[in-house]
């Protein structure tokens, strides 16, 4: 592997921990519901395919974009990469202990989209700036599983204080590759 391959993997690996963290804190806060292991699985599942689907559309509309605006879609995905770091950071600070919506049927699918919301943001600054796309949503999917899954076990047996500042941290790595975007070295 060359050292831009080594680069690529390590911003995906990042940017789908920082959107993971997001569905770790609300699973951290679900996870205080006493919920059964296997509802546990499926709500990780769920949460996961709509990581998938959901940057996977923002890639699609993101190249699409970056193809008829040319230099300026570059501008575009680093400022909503600031603008969806920003909101995780004030959003952690928010005072919610309690989840909005039971994860059963409809409010696990209402649960999926708003732990996914985000990811469709930051696919379409990945499409414009053209990243691979079975290695995003791959990884996004992955990722996210993998952290609501730890976030809704880690529920059981934490205080709620984890869940802000693990939402404030993906929020900060977000932020960071806007910058990043915005001002290339």
């Not at 699985?41 to 993101?62: E, N, Q, R, S, T």
């Not at 879609?73 to 969806?84: D, E, F, P, Q, T």
């Not at 996914?116 to 796309?133: E, K, Q």
């Amino acid at each position: 592997m060359d050292v831009v391959t080594i680069g690529e993997w390590l911003t995906l690996w990042l940017m789908s921990f920082a959107l993971g963290m997001d569905a770790f804190s609300i699973g951290l806060g679900m996870g205080m519901l006493q919920l059964r292991l296997r509802q546990i699985v499926k709500i990780g599942v769920v949460i996961g395919l709509f990581h998938i689907g959901m940057p996977l559309a923002g890639l699609m509309l993101g190249k699409q974009i970056s193809s008829h605006f040319g230099g300026i879609a570059a501008i575009i995905g680093g400022c909503l990469l600031l603008l969806l770091g920003l909101q995780m950071i004030r959003s952690s600070f928010k005072p919610e202990n309690e989840p909005f919506v039971n994860p059963v049927g409809f409010g696990l699918m209402l649960f999926a989209v708003s732990a996914s919301l985000d990811s469709f943001s930051v696919g379409l600054s990945l499409g414009i700036y053209g990243a691979r796309t079975f290695l995003t949503i791959f990884m996004f999917g992955i990722m996210s599983m993998l952290l609501t899954w730890g976030g809704l076990m880690m529920g059981r047996k934490v205080q709620n204080w984890l869940g802000s500042y693990s939402e404030a941290l993906g929020g900060l790595i977000l932020l960071a590759f806007g910058i990043k975007l915005l001002f290339p070295l």
